[in-house]
């Protein structure tokens, strides 16, 4: 690594960010007539007018913004754009009878799923509590507040621990099977963890904190890998391993076979999503003023599987999945593992100094801005062929949105800050 | 058995519990001063004038008149004695800031321990969930919600399942060791499912359904021994047995050692305890229309150690404890055990129809008759030597109170009653 490179890196995710995916957003995101936001764009970034308006984009988007205005982006108009989206979100999304926020309306903010997905309801405490951290509106705070308060009631599984997942309107259990409600996910649990660290450090309060600790506590002994330290994607209530299979209602467009189960289905791990858990508790331990070391050896098994098995040294990026011992079983290339590995790599070299976790960073810089940005337009492609040529072509829907992208893009760039102040 | 056996039995607890035990309740324990109950009075039934209010007593003093109530006895003026005691309770012992029940107050109602102690919230839910069964005072189940509340937020370990039991008046966790915040204990669990059940009971709620079975499941599965059946009193956080200690915050005079710790720390078990468990259980699940076989090999597991190794059969009445798989530890005879018993013995009789366990309730009947009611006064001896002679005198104090001996007598007759039915 020398210190040129570092400044050529760090210029062209800043040039990205500042120059094309902030702009791409502001330019036409807002919906004026509805309140909230639009999330639908096809490749040209044209509005494809698809009708409707999921929790994970809103709340997603309400992040993306006020993070960007709080990492110092946007003189103030990323600001504006979060509440206008919080503004949407409480008043169209939220279930006043049953407390909650549903998964789904139209444009117009008619109700369409009135689901409670745990899911959904994570990424509502960590948009509103980063919303509230960025700008100081205290709306955010109270109702992230409520949400976990929520949580606590409904959905933790007080014999077994950890979190139920699925519920109706009313926060009763959905049905077992691809209804959800007989199994918990890494991917929740995950995402739990990262809602209660900006929670926690928005509040301060100690029952935040604890539940915190109580869900890291969860992810290292029950979920990730005993052995290989990788992500468990799916278990029964009880904690054992249970086959990987397709929910009626998802947030990503991971493939199954035809029936509904990976073709691997109890043992399958995402290299992107290794990375990011390990970045998300780094920084977890940061915001909870813990030592790195206490979680050491799980971190650097996260990572190193990552640089072990998914990075493609030959064409650059990293591969989708494969299993816990290594044997890829998907080369293609999707978006948010690359904004995922582009943080995790930096921290992993934080953490441990290894020159491989630099240069494994730098094989995927060199793959999504030569080939996974759509420079033109302004955002990612979604899945690229293993060469990089481009499968599906939308730059937005319910399920991509900006959170992977423009996160990758202010986390990757504060670490690559870090690197050159230590020069 | 015979319908004369049947008959006199009946008639001999009714007696009691009409002409003795509820008068000299309503005769001495309503505090004309400062509201709430006045709770402790020597052998002859004075007030010993000792400053305190517990959570434990008033608690279950509401849950005495309340219930004695609904079964019909006191012709009213059992539920002005309730509502008298749900008065002060709410508006002494209420933490308005925080939520939850303090521990102690003084007679005046000043608070003395502001802790939020787990076994004496669950009371609180217990009592005040049959008081608005009893009376139909919508803020008895109004109260008990906001404690249940409170406890899926602060108490459940998110990590272990089961519930935290000793906090801080802000729900922070206690210290660990004697204050108690790193063990779970049967206690708190079995009395969580006593009121669990309750609540149920009274809302008909889908979330107080489910968290009364999860605690079923983790009573069953976590804290009954595995081989025996039997009550193992204390747990780690991650459910391993922990050596019984005694904690800071106590709810009875269990007998220790100079050090805190009993004779026999990881292998003690009390047969009261066991018996109530199961028929505890037993009514749980006449609650929530499941049947008794589901948990029949539990339930006939308790039951059979105690009627195996807990019987006197040479002295009358029931031992204090012993080991898991059999030897007898302490054979005083201590109030509550013989009054769990009686109800236990006659569920047992009810679910298998083994004579055995008649002639087991037969027996420690007799001796609580004979023995440990004191007839001239009203209530029951504390602590007697094993052949029937008191050793501690007192008829009341914090611990003690008159939820045991009323709620024997009330559920005893109640089941020869329908043992007589069936005739």
């Known amino acids: 690594m020398t210190t040129e490179q570092l400044h050529t890196y760090r210029q062209e995710l800043y040039q990205h960010l500042t120059k094309e995916l902030l702009p791409f957003w502001t330019a036409r995101t807002v919906d004026q007539t509805y309140g909230g936001f639009i999330t639908h764009f096809d490749q040209h970034g044209n509005d494809t007018g698809e009708d409707e308006k999921s929790l994970i984009a809103q709340t997603r988007s309400i992040y993306t913004y006020a ?55 994570s990424f509502a ?42 519920f109706h309107r009313d926060w009763t259990l959905k049905g077992p099977g691809s209804a959800g409600s007989d199994r918990k996910t890494l991917d929740a649990h995950m995402h739990l963890m990262e809602a209660f660290t900006t929670l926690y450090e928005c509040t301060q309060q100690p029952i935040h904190r604890r539940k915190l600790l109580e869900v890291i506590d969860l992810l290292v002994r029950r979920i990730m890998h005993p052995e290989y330290g990788t992500g468990v994607p799916q278990f029964w209530a009880d904690w054992q391993v249970a086959p990987q299979i397709k929910f009626d209602i998802i947030w990503g467009w991971d493939r199954f076979t035809e029936d509904g189960v990976k073709r691997a289905a109890e043992d399958n791990t995402s290299y ?15 915001i909870l003023e813990i030592p790195q ?6 971190l650097i098994k996260s990572f190193a599987h990552a640089i072990d098995y998914g990075v493609d040294w030959e064409f650059g990026g990293i ?25 995790g790599f930096l921290d992993a070299y934080r953490l441990t100094g290894d020159e491989r976790y630099w240069d494994a960073y730098a094989n995927v810089h060199r793959f999504v801005v030569d080939k996974m ?12 062929t293993r060469q990089g040529v481009p499968i599906w072509t939308h730059m937005s829907h319910s399920w991509k949105i900006n959170y992977h992208t423009v996160r990758s893009m202010i986390q990757s760039i504060r670490r690559l800050d870090l690197l050159l102040a230590e020069r």
């Open 272 to 286: 992107g999503h290794n990375a990011e858990f390990a970045w998300l508790l780094m920084h977890a331990l940061d």
């Open 319 to 343: 591969f989708v999945e494969g299993s816990h011992s290594g044997a890829v079983y998907d080369r293609e290339k999707e978006f948010w593992q690359q904004a995922e590995v582009l943080i």
């Open 373 to 384: 940005m759509n420079h033109t337009v302004g955002e990612w492609w979604p899945l690229m």
């Open 293 to 298: 070391d206490t979680y050491r050896e799980q």
């Open 125 to 166: 405490i960590y948009c509103l509590s980063e919303y509230t951290l960025a700008t100081g509106d205290p709306r955010g705070a109270a109702y992230a507040q409520q949400v976990f308060d929520l949580l606590q009631k409904y959905a933790v599984d007080s014999a077994h621990g950890g979190y139920f997942e699925m």
């Open 67 to 121: 993070s960007a205005h709080r990492a110092g982006y946007g003189n103030g108009q990323l600001a504006n754009l979060a509440r206008h989206g919080v503004d949407y979100l409480l008043s169209r999304m939220w279930d006043t009878e049953h407390g909650g926020f549903y998964w789904m309306t139209n444009r117009a903010g008619k109700v369409l799923i009135d689901e409670k997905i745990v899911y959904g309801q």
